[in-house]
């Protein structure tokens, strides 16, 4: 726990498989706070609830293990339209939180999606439900959270609702509070945290 945000991901940001990182990821990863040392100096708004730790159920994917931001919110099922058309807006380094119910009989977010996030400037995805393309999302400058991987791709339709709480890793998550993950969890927290 000794500041562990400062210590330089060498393979991070100096592969040779592909570009360097760009600033932008480097500025968030630089901004991501170590949620252990979160937790640890700020037991009142753990006490209060405005900060969650949530339920050690998620599988961790893509290229970013720390990532944080402001939380957009989706609910859908077995559906991924609305994610595509959350992903293609500018991300600005907030985080996709999606309740995809839960679902472990397709996936919400495969490799072009998760090129999509990289591109777009998302931070992270957090998915109540699965991926597809594993191997490509994880060479994707983005942070993943998911239950696990499906090979079938979801439903088409359009269905679901977007900026609405959703219910995720045994808390409710609110549009805009910010969300905050690293190798050793995810913290959901009412407002922006600093150390
Ligand atoms: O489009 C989908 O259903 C998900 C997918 O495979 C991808 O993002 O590559």
């Not at 996030?117 to 998302?122: E, K, P, S, Y």
Request: charged residues 20%.
């Amino acid at each position: 726990m000794i500041l562990k945000h400062f210590l330089l991901p060498t393979q991070t940001i100096f592969r040779t498989h592909q570009p360097i990182l760009p600033a932008r990821r480097f500025a968030n990863w630089m901004a991501s706070l170590a949620t252990a040392e979160l937790c640890d100096s700020n037991p009142s708004l753990l006490a209060k609830g405005e900060l969650r730790v949530l339920q050690p159920v998620f599988r961790h994917y893509g290229h970013c293990r720390s990532f944080s931001g402001p939380v957009v919110t989706l609910k859908v099922f077995e559906d991924n339209v609305l994610v595509r058309e959350l992903l293609e807006s500018p991300g600005d380094g907030r985080v996709l939180v999606i309740d995809g119910g839960g679902s472990m009989r397709c996936a919400l977010v495969g490799g072009n999606l998760g090129q999509l996030a990289q591109n777009m400037g998302w931070a992270g995805i957090l998915l109540n439900g699965c991926i597809r393309d594993v191997d490509e999302i994880n060479a994707c400058d983005v942070g993943v959270r998911a239950l696990g991987s499906h090979p079938l791709k979801s439903n088409k339709k359009g269905l679901g609702e977007r900026h609405v709480p959703v219910n995720v890793g045994g808390t409710v998550i609110q549009d805009g509070e910010w969300l905050y993950a690293d190798s050793d969890g995810i913290l959901i927290s009412k407002s922006e945290l600093s150390v």
